[in-house]
């Protein structure tokens, strides 16, 4: 069950400069679901790798970050859906706030199911792979389509239980955009929103 109850539970609004969601001015207005992956300077630095499915951002944070290597496998672990709103978000979550520290929009972009190439040309591009139900089963692949990430990607649930205690894998697939010397999480640090780094978000926007 996809919702943001969990997500609004654990924020003061009051308080923290992320967007409450729900107010509609970021619903379903892209023809492709989206993806986006946010560096978050938190108590642990982290990544946190997000999919739009029915309404909302499925998320995980990747401690490492993304691969472009196919024999690189990402410990990523599953944390509450977020608003579709969350994926414009860049800022500095203050202290004493739930996920205190600062976020960069590290890469975004759209994303379509690997296998559906030709489906989606003959659909349209309005298709959303169904992805909900592969999450469901604990094992999806999709196509990235982003400034930094590019081709297919696989998430894998590697242990089972309640959501936020799972362990799922994110692993880059064998396909014509992998590449095992790229590294773009040291290389690649700005932010495709602002250009900045996270340390220079950081100093522009800390306390
Ligand atoms: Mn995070």
Redesign the pocket.
């Known amino acids: 069950m996809n919702d943001t109850r969990d997500y609004g539970a654990k924020r003061d609004f009051r308080d923290t400069p992320e967007p409450r969601g729900g107010e509609g001015a970021e619903s379903r207005s892209h023809d492709r679901p989206r993806f986006v992956v946010q560096e978050?300077d938190?108590s642990s630095h982290?990544f946190?790798f997000r999919l739009e499915v029915d309404g909302v951002l499925r998320s995980w944070?990747v401690p490492k970050g993304p691969s472009t290597d196919p024999r690189e496998k990402r410990l990523a672990l599953p944390t509450e859906d977020h608003p579709l709103e969350y994926a414009d978000f860049e800022g500095v979550i203050p202290k004493d706030e739930y996920?205190a520290g600062a976020v960069i929009i590290w890469d975004r972009g759209s994303y379509r199911s690997p296998a559906g190439d030709v489906e989606d040309e003959n659909e349209g591009a309005g298709e959303a792979p169904d992805i909900a139900a592969a999450l469901d089963d604990g094992h999806a692949t999709v196509w990235l389509d982003g400034e930094k990430l590019r081709g297919g990607y696989a998430l894998t649930r590697i242990t089972g239980g309640e959501r936020e205690g799972q362990r799922w894998l994110l692993v880059k697939m064998d396909d014509e955009k992998a590449d095992a010397r790229r590294n773009p999480v040291s290389t690649e640090p700005r932010s495709v929103k602002s250009g900045k780094t996270l340390e220079e978000l950081e100093q522009d926007e800390g306390g």
């Open positions: 978050h938190a982290h946190d944070a996920g």
